[in-house]
């Protein structure tokens, strides 16, 4: 079936520094991808989407690409915040039957020091 | 535009009780998803309800069940609980026009002990 592999975390920056979360898939079709922000405490937000290969996504500064040839969609940042401490996840759209379902993966957590 | 909200955001029940949980969906959606997330892992597929009906499935078994209601709301229950249902439940709302576009609520944190 289909699956997502995010890198284990945690991953330590500091403010400023470059991020790069890898993300790779394992899909029938040609799903969409996203990338979730989860702050303590909270539910999760989207952060930001590519519904077809080579779209780039980005928002608020982080970027991420579509890769169909490498099955992936790695995060980017160039200067990261102490505010962009967070668990991020990375997911697939997948549709069996007749829902429309996100599958997701294990998450990474970010932690930004000052 | 409201957001997606749940209720209640804690709870603490005992093994083989059972729960509601209610999710109220986002403005101008009209497709309701439920997820599991347990401590640490990421969110897992329960169920989807469009037009009051169960739209799909994931892995659960039938004691997790669903309602959703006219106004696009939305319940979980959960019978005969299990201390595995320990979780953070989250609800997503979507139009069905953007279905993958999924937007999530705070959670409710349910501890089963």
């Known amino acids: 079936g289909n699956s997502v592999t995010q890198m284990e975390g945690p991953v330590t920056l500091s403010e400023e520094a470059f991020l790069t979360i890898n993300c790779t898939y394992t899909?029938?079709?040609?799903?969409?991808l996203f990338w979730y922000v989860q702050y303590p405490g909270e539910g999760l937000q989207l952060l930001l989407k590519?519904?077809?290969?080579?779209d780039k996504g980005s928002n608020k500064g982080f970027e991420a690409t579509y890769r169909k040839e490498t099955t992936s969609f790695h995060l980017e940042k160039g200067s990261v915040q102490v505010s962009d401490s967070a668990v991020y996840f990375c997911?697939?759209?997948?549709?069996?039957?007749?829902?429309?379902?996100?599958?997701f993966g294990s998450g990474t957590r970010l932690l930004v020091r000052p | 535009e409201t957001g997606v909200t749940q209720s209640p955001t804690h709870l603490i029940k005992t093994r083989g009780q059972q729960v509601t949980l209610r999710c109220s969906s986002q403005?101008?959606?009209?497709?309701v998803s439920w997820y599991q997330q347990a401590l640490g892992q990421g969110p897992q597929f329960i169920f989807q309800?469009?037009?009051?009906?169960?739209?799909g499935r994931g892995n659960f078994p039938p004691r997790f069940s669903g309602l959703q209601f006219p106004n696009y709301s939305s319940e979980l229950n959960v019978n005969a609980l299990e201390l595995d249902d320990s979780a953070l439940y989250l609800c997503?709302?979507?139009?069905?026009?953007?279905?993958?576009?999924?937007?999530f609520g705070p959670g409710t944190r349910l501890t089963v002990t």
């Open positions: 997503a709302s979507s139009s069905r026009q953007g279905a993958y576009e999924q937007y």
């Open positions: 899909a029938t079709g040609y799903p969409s």
């Open positions: 590519a519904t077809k290969a080579d």
């Open positions: 997911a697939l759209s997948d549709q069996e039957d007749s829902s429309y379902k996100l599958i």
């Open positions: 403005s101008g959606h009209n497709t």
């Open positions: 309800y469009y037009r009051e009906e169960e739209n």
